[in-house]
């Protein structure tokens, strides 16, 4: 049986939250609402697709990306447009596609509002709405991303950018960074910075290069025996590591990097190529509706049952 309410990974979530009308202009009703048409949310319409269940998926985007292999074309293996499909031919037929944007949800009552003002009933919701990408956390990253050595590989438009920069990067100071906040992929943040160093040792330019790694995170790595394994491994690369440092500011024109320590004290780091991990977090729909823990804006579940 379906919980209520469920929290399972995807890729939906838009940067902005428009303005909204609270009056609803159009009501419907569905047995199962799924929010995300990520892969959390797919894979969970495609399981109850084959016990004969029907509902509507809801989720703005056209495209449903493989995000996993944005570091495969930062590193200029992949093609980015073989990593999207639209999601219209993902989604099961048993469910319909709704592409709009949820702003409110009222789980008391058991509905949503769309950003169209749509008003939807439930009556088994799966949140499958993923995390939300806050690019403003960092000053100054959004108009610099993608020119004079500054890149990211957790946006599709920005990722062939960094194999553009990263060719054009003949030395100097590879910085590579990782926010303290929970974000997609762990691993992401340092599989480019591994696959650009052996970059730049096949270029014959590694040796007046100094890759660095600054994560706002106290270990290289959450699990111990993986923290371990990769310390060697930046130990051998000789790669140098900053934990308890998130980076707060990018100032292009004078290729600076603003970090902040963990006791607040800001720093100024020189760059000449940079991949920035953006600070991530609830999308904001959901951290402030009452699905929310009173603490971060996460969906509040029982770890267990994944049920809220």
Not at 225 to 239: F, G, H, P, Q
Not at 280 to 285: A, K, N
Not at 296 to 306: C, F, I, S
Request: positive net charge; hydrophobic residues 35%; glycine residues 8%.
């Amino acid at each position: 049986m379906l919980s209520r309410s469920l929290s399972v990974k995807s890729n939906y979530g838009k940067l902005f939250v428009r303005a909204y009308s609270t009056t609803a202009v159009n009501e419907q009703k569905h047995k199962i609402v799924i929010i995300g048409a990520g892969a959390g949310g797919l894979a969970v319409a495609s399981t109850l697709s084959k016990h004969n269940q029907s509902g509507l998926i809801v989720d703005p985007a056209t495209y449903h990306y493989y995000q996993p292999g944005w570091t495969m074309v930062g590193a200029g293996i992949f093609d980015k447009e073989s990593t999207k499909k639209k999601i219209d031919s993902l989604i099961p037929a048993k469910f319909k596609h709704l592409k709009q944007e949820v702003v409110q949800v009222h789980p008391e009552s058991n509905y949503i509002v769309t950003q169209d003002n749509q008003k939807i009933h439930y009556d088994y919701l799966v949140v499958a709405a993923g995390i939300q990408i806050n690019w403003d956390a960092i000053t100054g990253l959004k108009d610099a991303l993608g020119k004079d050595g500054v890149v990211t590989n957790y946006s599709y438009e920005i990722t062939d950018k960094t194999w553009e920069q990263m060719k054009k990067f003949n030395g100097g100071n590879a910085i590579f960074t990782q926010p303290s906040t929970p974000i997609k992929c762990a691993g992401a943040p340092q599989k480019i910075m591994y696959l650009a160093e052996e970059n730049f040792g096949e270029r014959g330019i590694r040796e007046k290069t100094n890759v660095k790694f600054f994560t706002g995170a106290g270990a290289i790595f959450g699990v111990k025996k993986y923290a371990d394994s990769l310390t060697e491994v930046c130990k051998k690369r000789n790669i140098s590591t900053h934990f308890s440092n998130n980076l707060v500011a990018i100032r292009p024109d004078s290729k600076e990097a603003v970090f902040k320590t963990a006791d607040g004290k800001e720093h100024v780091e020189k760059y000449d190529f940079i991949h920035v991990t953006p600070p991530m977090g609830p999308p904001t729909f959901l951290k402030t509706s009452p699905l929310a823990d009173n603490t971060l804006g996460w969906v509040d579940v029982d770890k267990e049952k994944l049920q809220h």
